[in-house]
């Protein structure tokens, strides 16, 4: 079964600050990668994703992510945080060999303190 | 403009009334999907279907009903609802099963009192 943990429901962060959400998944088949972002009384938008191909994803914003197979990781980045980055941050896995069963984590808040 | 549309955006209602909540999107995308967010629980999946008459359950399909006759509706259906079944509904499409975008809802705030 899939699963996905994101570690730490709150981060905090200063303007400017790297940003580092962090997403460890387990799944028993190759993965689809999923980051999304949820601004307040929004419904949620893709930042970025990983399929095949390069392990390093460029999304919008200035986000990137990394998929490590080795570490079952896909922790999100971006080198400064902007005050607009304030909101909750939505890991999510899809197997890929079919189905469309998609699980997100618990979800991450982004503080970013002027 | 390309959206998925869902309706009512807030709704009340009492235990065993049955409801219907639309979704429907307009980019002829195959691939849509209910979810319901819990705080600290994130999103979960409800059901998904991948074309029309195609469905299968999510990780959390108990109480709720789905049907795709046609290729941009996918309501979700709450046959006799309980307040375990109070939160907020996402409906979301994609054209494929990963390697576009997918759209989601404005969402659907549901109380059951």
């Known amino acids: ?114 | 403009e390309a959206q998925v549309t869902q309706n009512p955006r807030y709704l009340i209602t009492v235990t065993g009334k049955k409801l219907t909540v639309t979704c429907s999107q307009n980019m002829n995308h195959e691939y849509m999907s209910w979810y319901r967010q819990d705080p600290g629980l994130g999103l979960r999946q409800i059901y998904y279907s991948m074309n029309v008459e195609v469905t299968d359950k999510g990780d959390v399909p108990e109480g709720y009903k789905v049907s795709r006759k046609e290729k941009r509706n996918f309501p979700l259906i709450l046959e006799s609802p309980s307040p375990n079944q109070t939160s907020l509904y996402f409906c979301a499409s994609s054209f494929d099963r990963g390697y576009t975008e997918a759209f989601f809802g404005q969402g659907t705030r549901l109380t059951v009192v």
């Not at chain 1, 949820?38 to 399929?51: F, R, V």
């Open chain 1, 1 to 114: 079964a899939q699963s996905v943990t994101q570690l730490g429901s709150h981060v905090s962060v200063s303007e400017g600050a790297l940003v580092l959400l962090r997403c460890n998944y387990s799944s028993s088949v190759p993965p689809y990668l999923f980051w999304y972002v949820q601004y307040p009384n929004q419904g949620l938008q893709l930042l970025l994703k990983y399929t095949t191909g390069a392990t390093l994803v460029k999304g919008i914003n200035g986000f990137e992510a990394e998929f490590k197979k080795s570490e079952t990781s896909f922790h999100l980045t971006k080198p400064s945080a902007h005050m607009s980055d304030a909101a909750e941050y939505f890991c999510a896995v899809r197997d890929n060999t079919g189905g469309f069963k998609t699980i997100f984590g618990a979800g991450t808040r982004l503080f970013v303190k002027a």
